[in-house]
């Protein structure tokens, strides 16, 4: 089955403190993960991208297939940064050239000044 | 405006009414794809089209229906719905896989 899951529904951190968002996965492919943010009163939209390998806003993620893990970090967390966190896994459809993405349950974040 | 617009953006609407959720994307993306979000449930797949096709319809009640008339609408009619189908509606669409999506504000809709 294919299923995210994130742990933690609240995370709480202090401004300057290191943040780890974890994702979890379950998937029988070769996963391709995401990660979104959606801000207070703004749409969702996709921070980065597993395939991207890139450093968006100073979180980074890394794919780790051992733990199916794909946790989002960032060294030093800042106010602006308090948001939902949602870990995202792309499912090819069959025939196309297509996805569906199922998202975890999300993480609130919240940074303390 | 640019991107993915739904409208209207927030819905009240009785269990025997029929009203319609629009999505429109200006991105030439050729994937459009309704997304339900209730308070307490992860975001949900309802339906996935590309180049117009249902390509996934994930189980969703017949009292929810879908029309793609062309690549860039997207279209979710509405009728006889339950209160406890109140939630979020989200369209997001893409141009290919691994791409990430792009999603709308979304339609809040309540059923009273």
């Known amino acids: 089955a294919q299923r995210v899951t994130q742990p933690e529904k609240l995370l709480s951190v202090f401004k300057g403190a290191p943040v780890e968002l974890k994702c979890n996965y379950s998937?029988?492919?070769?996963?391709?993960l995401f990660w979104y943010v959606q801000y207070s009163r703004q749409r969702l939209q996709l921070l980065l991208r597993?395939?991207s390998r890139e450093s968006i806003k100073g979180f980074t993620a890394d794919l780790n297939k051992g733990e199916t893990s794909f946790h989002l970090k960032k060294p030093f967390a800042q106010e602006e940064d308090s948001a939902m966190y949602y870990c995202?896994?792309?499912?090819?459809?069959?025939?196309?050239?297509?996805?569906?993405?199922?998202f975890g349950p999300g993480t609130s974040l919240s940074v303390i000044p | 405006e640019t991107g993915v617009t739904q409208t209207p953006r927030h819905l009240v609407m009785g269990m025997t009414n029929k009203k319609s959720l629009k999505c429109e994307q200006h991105?030439?993306?050729?994937?459009m794809y309704w997304y339900k979000q209730s308070a307490k449930k992860p975001l949900e797949l309802m339906f996935v089209?590309?180049?117009?096709?249902?390509?996934e319809n994930n189980s969703v009640p017949s009292r929810f229906s879908p029309e793609c008339p062309n690549s860039s609408h997207l279209f979710l009619h509405l009728h006889t719905l339950q209160p406890e189908d109140s939630a979020l509606y989200l369209c997001?669409?893409?141009?290919?896989?691994?791409?990430?999506?792009?999603f709308g504000s979304g339609t809040r809709l309540t059923v009273v």
């Open positions: 997001a669409s893409s141009q290919v896989w691994r791409n990430g999506y792009t």
């Open positions: 998937y029988s492919g070769s996963p391709e």
């Open positions: 597993h395939i």
């Open positions: 995202a896994l792309s499912v090819p459809l069959m025939k196309t050239s297509y996805d569906k993405v199922i």
């Open positions: 991105l030439g993306h050729n994937a």
């Open positions: 089209y590309n180049f117009k096709e249902q390509t």
